[in-house]
């Protein structure tokens, strides 16, 4: 996919906010790796890289629960199952958090050239991954504060989370800016009237096509010039 021309300028941005897998870190290897390791448990065959990387974006229960169904109707799937199949997922996905993910490239950059803002995570990854994952890359310090799906009683495309953040930081919502991968970002900026900012480059890309943001770039330094920075 590549990037439009900017449709938009944010100069009355002063709170950035950003969804985490897809957007700051690739993790897609190491969670295939962990559905894989689930599957063998189960002892299924394993799944395409393509196949798990489009069940990401809603959080742990919801990857499992569609890796174990495959394509196939999962009401059929007893909540035990599914439970049995999240405590494997997640036990290996902790033993293996940074085996393979790294920050995208741009994205430190990009961080230090918005260090004038405040900046946050909203993500439906456990806080348990999300925050050891910012710390072993060195980015936890960049942002003022860190949600993820447990922190709220409801998760993105809930406003829930990007409420609370414009709350703490005073902001209104056109002065905050969400940036992610994917239409969960797109309908969490839509839900809460704030502006979203698209990347090209993520695990769920393919769906800004049916949901396009306000603006949509290739590297995460493309926003820098948008914000006047």
């Not at 449709?7 to 969804?19: E, M, Q, S, T, Y």
């Not at 569609?66 to 997640?90: E, K, M, P, T």
């Not at 940074?98 to 995208?104: G, K, M, Q, S």
Request: proline share 7%; hydrophobic share 45%.
């Amino acid at each position: 996919m590549n990037s439009t021309p900017p449709a938009k300028n944010f100069p009355g941005v002063r709170l950035v906010i950003f969804d985490l897998d897809g957007t700051l870190i690739d993790s897609a290897r190491d969670l295939i790796n962990g559905v894989n390791a689930m599957r063998a448990a189960f002892q299924l065959p394993l799944l395409s890289d393509r196949t798990v990387m489009s069940f990401i974006g809603n959080g742990a229960r919801d990857l499992v629960r569609q890796a174990l169904a495959d394509g196939h109707s999962d009401a059929l799937l007893d909540d035990s199952v599914i439970d049995r199949a999240v405590l494997h997922f997640r036990k290996h996905y902790a033993a293996h958090l940074l085996d393979n993910t790294r920050p995208y490239p741009g994205v430190v950059e990009a961080l230090d050239g918005l260090k004038s803002l405040p900046l946050a995570v909203l993500t439906n990854k456990p806080l348990r991954f999300a925050m050891p994952i910012l710390q072993g890359l060195n980015l936890a310090g960049r942002f003022r504060r860190v949600y993820g799906e447990d922190s709220f009683a409801t998760k993105k495309p809930d406003p829930a989370g990007m409420h609370a953040l414009l709350l703490e930081f005073g902001a209104a919502p056109g002065e905050a800016l969400m940036v992610g991968d994917a239409e969960i970002d797109v309908l969490t900026a839509r839900n809460s009237g704030t502006w979203m900012c698209g990347v090209t480059y993520g695990l769920s890309s393919h769906s800004l096509v049916e949901y396009p943001p306000d603006l949509l770039v290739d590297n995460l330094l493309e926003l820098l010039p948008a914000l006047g920075i």
